[in-house]
């Protein structure tokens, strides 16, 4: 306490200096003619003191001489915000120099170099280091995150400065120019020289203004530099902190485990010990030795917790990122066709949200089982608290007998092995509490910076070219093109490949024999539906079962090819040896199979006395045109489905090339 205080007195002396220094450099900036703050202060109190003077008369002086005032102060602001960068720029270079000199890897210290956390230390004691070093960890944060904002501010400057530097010696020459012409206002000679010490002060004013923001543009490059060096030494003081943090998270998750097994083990001795003895002393055993594996097992998730945390985090912060390089280049106006391109993969590359939801509903579940759990054991340790009141009670069901005494020490010994346990297991259940729901916010942010970014790339995409339009150029090279792609693909494997997938498969083989069997009957399919027609629009006949009947049918109609195409595509996606070719393939022929379905179903549903005509009423010369239609868009259509899947599958960097292209174009 006896150094604190000469500190304490040390430190406002220098403040105080250094204010009296600052201020005797701005009032040595300003010219020696310039009328002085004091004589203005005085001329205000006689002004309010004068009694010759009408109120408003009094009003406009007074006016006039603070305005002076006020040009006074703001000259001297200037002129010390002008001295302050002349002095931030002749330190900069040295600090910077001290600063980057500290954080060379060479000169760089490890974090835990004199670090008492070492792994004999007490588990209290590193509790309470860790909350030390969290709380440093959010001062560190937030002082980086100042200089941050700080930085961007300095990188905005030099346009406003420049803006307001043109404005300011304008507005200095249009002062210069009153000055110099000669009044011709007919008012007293008090309101004339009070007039004329408001132009002198806003010319000085003004001057020095323009001089603090040529001063803060030339000195502009160092100070960022300076600003920028401070900020690296942040981000590795932040760096530092977090790796000392990660290392006493270690050595806690360690001592916790080991203390929680230990628990364990003694509690199942003291559980196996007891076997045979009274059952009071039994059933507590078993619920002492009950309770210390359910803190066994959270401490074992503790971990667990902090890695899916960390991975989230991370996750979230890389989205951050290429969110706002995303908006900043697209604000830049300045794109390409590669722009679109990355940001498409970037799409592709969301995280797909269903598992966070449904890790969520099972977080919300455990989290009410521990408040369940902790409101259980709070009451029981309430309970118990008098270990030697709680020994009395339980001993009334022991036996009246010579061993009273020892079973009584027996009881009081699980009593407080119970209570021990009971602190245990509400220290651990609100230390696993805290992490779930530090997992819960740190998921909120990912989901909420995810549906952001995917909301903004839903937006902007479609606007946003993805490939270079096709050439002749293109046309040409895409025989050479597709050759190396599908030789890269291993093309010349790829039929004993989808042999070997597909002949021993019972799915192919069910699905060939039913789409056989449904082609083989398809004439009777044909006339069970042409025959329901007779029944339709009589009341007597007319029933809701037939239109049902008849729809089933119609699909059935439908099926046979695209049950094929389905089945063979689902089997070479999902065989253990399948290739990026044939996985390409496989993915392409189920969604072929997926548009034939709705095209052929269409078709069917078009069929003379089929569904269209008979129980819709569709007029029988739009059926005639859809079915033409349907005839002449079926199979290109088909075709460049299957063109352009397997063309993404084989190059999704390139988005399918030239390949690509002419599917879409098909």
């Known amino acids: 306490m006896r150094t604190v205080v000469p500190v304490v007195i040390a430190c406002v002396l220098w403040a105080a200096w250094m204010s009296a220094a600052c201020a005797q450099e701005a009032d040595s900036a ?140 304008q507005q200095r020459e249009e002062a210069s120019a009153q000055l110099q012409t000669p009044t011709t206002d007919d008012s007293s000679p008090v309101f004339a020289q009070a007039q004329k010490w408001v ?36 981000v590795a003081n932040v760096d530092s902190i977090g790796e000392r943090i990660r290392v006493l998270d270690e050595l806690l998750d360690r001592k916790r485990r080991q203390a929680a097994e230990q628990a364990t083990t ?52 890389r989205l951050s990122a290429d969110y706002q390089d995303a908006r900043e280049t697209l604000e830049s106006g300045e794109v390409t066709d590669d722009l679109g391109r990355i940001l498409l993969q970037q799409f592709d590359a969301l995280p797909d949200l269903r598992p966070f939801t449904q890790n969520d509903q099972l977080r919300r579940t455990d989290i009410a089982d521990l408040n369940v759990r902790r409101l259980k054991y709070r009451a029981e340790a309430r309970r118990i608290a008098d270990a030697e009141a709680t020994v009395e009670r339980l001993a009334r069901e022991l036996p009246a007998d010579a061993d009273t005494e020892a079973q009584k020490a027996k ?24 992490k779930l729901r530090e997992l819960d916010r740190a998921e909120q942010a990912l989901l909420a910076t995810a549906a952001e970014y995917d909301a903004y790339l839903d937006e902007q995409l479609p606007w946003l070219r993805n490939a270079k339009p096709m050439r002749l150029e293109d046309l040409r090279a895409m025989p050479s093109e597709l050759s190396m792609r599908l030789a890269a693909a291993d093309l010349s494997g790829l039929p004993r490949l989808i042999g070997q997938q597909l002949a021993g498969s019972p799915a192919l083989w069910l699905a060939v024999i039913a789409a056989g069997a449904l082609l083989l009957r398809r004439r009777a399919i044909i006339a ?48 253990s040896g399948a290739t990026d070719l044939s996985a390409a ?37 739009s059926l005639k045109l859809l079915r033409s239609q349907l005839r002449v868009f079926v199979w290109p259509f088909a075709a460049a489905v299957l063109i352009v899947d397997v063309a993404l599958g084989i190059d999704q960097a390139e988005t399918g090339g030239t390949l690509a292209k002419l599917g879409l174009l098909l």
């Not at 699980?414 to 805290?434: I, M, P, T």
Request: include cysteine.
């Open 30 to 169: 300003l010219p020696g003619w310039l009328i002085k703050a004091a004589t203005l202060e005085s001329k205000i109190a006689e002004a309010e003191a004068a009694t010759d003077r009408t109120e408003e008369a009094k009003t406009r002086l007074i006016e006039l001489y603070r305005k002076a005032l006020s040009n006074i102060q703001a000259a001297k602001d200037n002129a010390a915000s002008a001295a302050t960068f002349r002095r931030t720029a002749e330190r900069a270079p040295a600090e910077v120099q001290a600063i980057r000199a500290a954080l060379a890897p060479d000169a760089a210290a490890e974090p835990m170099v004199d670090f008492d956390a070492v792994a004999d230390t007490p588990l209290i004691a590193l509790e309470e280091r860790l909350q030390k070093e969290q709380a440093a960890l959010a001062a560190a944060e937030a002082r980086r995150a100042d200089l941050e904002a700080r930085l961007v501010t300095l990188q905005q400057r030099p346009e406003a400065i420049s803006q307001r530097l043109t404005e300011a010696t």
């Open 266 to 317: 003694e509690a199942e001795q003291t559980q196996r010990e007891l076997e045979g003895m009274h059952p009071v002393l039994v059933a507590l055993s078993a619920e002492n030795a009950a309770l210390s594996r359910d803190v066994n097992d959270i401490t074992q998730r503790l971990q667990a917790q902090d890695l899916v945390r960390q991975n989230l985090e991370q996750l979230a912060e």
């Open 199 to 234: 132009m002198e002060t806003r010319y000085v004013a003004l001057s020095t203004e323009t001089t603090m923001l040529e001063q803060e543009l030339s000195t502009l490059p160092l100070r960022t530099r300076l600003l920028e060096a401070r900020l690296d030494k942040e």
């Open 585 to 621: 393939l496989g993915l392409a022929l189920t969604r072929v199979a997926l548009h034939l379905s709705i095209l052929f179903s269409l078709g069917a549903i078009c069929l003379p006395h089929g569904l269209a005509a008979v129980h819709f009423r569709w007029p029988e010369r």
């Open 528 to 575: 069970a539906i042409e025959s329901v027609a007779a029944r339709i629009g009589k009341p007597t006949t007319d029933r809701m079962g037939h239109t049902l009947r008849v729809l089933g049918l119609t699909l059935l109609l439908a099926a046979p090819l695209p049950l094929l195409l389905a089945v063979v595509g689902w089997q070479l996606q999902v065989d």
């Open 411 to 434: 009881l009081l010994e699980l009593v407080q092995q119970r209570q021990a346990l009971l602190d245990k297991a509400l220290e651990v259940n609100s230390l696993y509490l805290g």
